[in-house]
């Protein structure tokens, strides 16, 4: 089985989730909106957070997009 392209980690200390895209790190996300602007940069230009919240790209490691707290 193939692992989808995009993993949101678990909610670290400060309430942030890691994303990685293609085995690359973007960044730190804050809530669904921070994941939609990087899959907007990742090339995703049309992504808003119902698809960030719909896709099955997204492997939501801790909890999914609702869990933002430690």
Request: hydrophobic residues 35%.
């Amino acid at each position: 089985m193939v692992s989808p392209p995009v993993v949101i980690y678990p909610p670290d200390e400060d309430g942030g989730r890691r994303v990685r895209v293609d085995g690359t790190i973007l960044g730190r996300a804050y809530g669904v909106q921070d994941v939609a602007r990087f899959m907007q940069e990742a090339g995703l230009q049309e992504w808003d957070e119902m698809d960030v919240v719909r896709s099955p790209l997204i492997d939501w490691r801790g909890g999914g997009p609702d869990n933002w707290t430690h």
